[in-house]
């Protein structure tokens, strides 16, 4: 239960308005990614890490291009962290589910049918077009929302 305490807190404390970047490079996957959400897959034996920028000069160019960037549309239950889904292929193959907003507020899109969903029993739900259960991650704002980012501003 302590690993699902964990991915909850993660989800709860989450800034799905902030952007994924590719701003870090891979030398041996001659990879770019976001260290946010991909930054554990590129960790640990055998991985060299650079920042993108620093990447550019230190591989002969392979991280040349634009930095692409992508919101923050889902979550990765296996690695605890909001993601690109058109930024950050990593994911695939786990447990994962999008984040959508609806009436202003970041909600996660789910079945009811995922063997964690118990855990957002209480919590007031929608419905989408589609049928999907929308819960809200965050509480309705009582006050006044960024202009830049949305976020409440109580």
């Not at 709860?12 to 770019?32: G, I, K, M, N, Q």
């Not at 605890?80 to 786990?94: D, P, R, T």
């Not at 509480?139 to 006044?144: N, Q």
């Amino acid at each position: 239960m302590a690993n699902t305490e964990a991915w909850i807190l993660r989800l709860l404390a989450e800034d799905f308005s902030t952007p994924c970047r590719e701003d870090r490079f891979c030398v041996p996957c001659a990879a770019a990614f976001c260290d946010h959400c991909c930054g554990a897959h590129h960790r640990g034996q055998g991985h060299e890490v650079v920042v993108r920028a620093a990447a550019a000069a230190s591989v002969g160019g392979q991280a040349q291009g634009p930095v692409r960037g992508g919101y923050r549309d889902s979550f990765c239950v296996s690695c605890g962290a909001g993601f690109s889904a058109a930024l950050c292929g990593h994911h695939i193959g786990h447990d994962t589910f999008r984040i959508v907003v609806c009436e202003g507020r970041h909600c996660a899109r789910c079945t009811g049918s995922e063997p964690w969903f118990h855990l957002f029993t209480g919590i007031e739900t929608y419905r989408d077009e589609k049928g999907h259960i929308l819960v809200p991650l965050n509480p309705r704002c009582g006050g006044h929302r960024c202009q830049s980012c949305g976020r409440c501003l109580r």
